[in-house]
């Protein structure tokens, strides 16, 4: 299977249980990776065929900025949920990481795995 990469979306939002997350919004980084296939679209070099990522970007970055979510779970599963309602991807593998969540730390997070049935 093929991979459509978006590397580094920056989102600033609200995401934590703690009263300072909960008024004060946070950078969160986010990395997809998305199995598609492109052969369609590489054999007949037309951008109709292909998965339109700057869509996805876009529909990440506004989700990720104002879901409000409490934990970086919710919220992987959410924007999981907006990468597979495109009906070319088959799977997502994505890693979300608020950057400012420990000092001592450049980044906390996730990486989750899922798939269309």
């Given at each position: 299977?093929?991979?459509?990469?978006?590397?580094?979306?920056?989102?600033?939002?609200?995401?934590?249980?703690?009263?300072?997350?909960?008024?004060?919004?946070?950078?969160?980084r986010i990395n997809i990776?998305?199995?598609?296939?492109?052969?369609?679209?590489?054999?007949?070099?037309?951008?109709?065929?292909?998965?339109?990522?700057?869509?996805?970007?876009?529909?990440?970055?506004?989700?990720?900025?104002?879901?409000?979510?409490?934990?970086?779970?919710?919220?992987?599963?959410?924007?999981?949920?907006?990468?597979?309602?495109?009906?070319?991807?088959?799977?997502?593998?994505?890693?979300?990481?608020?950057?400012?969540?420990?000092?001592?730390?450049?980044?906390?997070?996730?990486?989750?795995?899922?798939?269309?049935?």
């Open positions: 299977m093929d991979k459509i990469i978006i590397r580094d979306l920056k989102a600033i939002g609200i995401i934590g249980i703690y009263d300072q997350e909960r008024i004060t919004p946070q950078e969160m990776s998305l199995d598609v296939d492109t052969r369609k679209a590489a054999e007949a070099d037309d951008i109709t065929l292909c998965l339109d990522y700057e869509k996805v970007a876009l529909k990440v970055k506004a989700h990720a900025e104002s879901a409000r979510r409490l934990t970086v779970e919710a919220l992987a599963e959410d924007i999981a949920r907006i990468c597979l309602g495109m009906p070319e991807v088959k799977k997502v593998y994505l890693r979300l990481e608020k950057t400012q969540a420990i000092a001592f730390a450049s980044s906390v997070g996730i990486e989750i795995e899922r798939g269309n049935n």
